[in-house]
């Protein structure tokens, strides 16, 4: 019988906020910055840096009408600017060995 060991990625823990002022039409995405990340690397991929956490703001642009994110183009809703913004984060971490949890 062969043992297979497995290995669980460390988690990152994304935090979902409404925007400033509590802004129904805006969402800051907020996580501690990993190791293993430099900042730089989150800033080239313009994810802010606030001390030792990272930030990503989806707003709402009323001159074009769209919702957008950090790491994405536009959308026409806040809900699908969300999930393409948390998926690209998600895909980003992964790459450097990180699972996301969104809460």
């Not at 990340?37 to 989150?42: D, G, R, T, V």
């Not at 809900?79 to 996301?100: D, H, I, M, Q, R």
Request: hydrophobic share 40%.
């Amino acid at each position: 019988m062969s043992s297979k060991q497995t290995t669980s990625k460390p988690t990152v823990q994304v935090f979902v906020r409404l925007g400033a002022g509590d802004n129904e039409n805006a969402r800051t995405l907020s996580f501690s910055v990993p190791e293993g990340i430099s900042q730089k690397e989150l800033l080239d991929k313009d994810i802010a840096i606030d001390g030792n956490r990272a930030l990503i703001v989806i707003g709402y642009d009323p001159n074009d009408r769209l919702f957008w994110g950090s790491l994405t183009g536009g959308s026409s809703s806040l809900g699908a600017a969300l999930a393409t913004e948390e998926k690209a984060l998600a895909a980003f971490l992964n790459k450097y060995g990180y699972s996301v949890k969104f809460t």
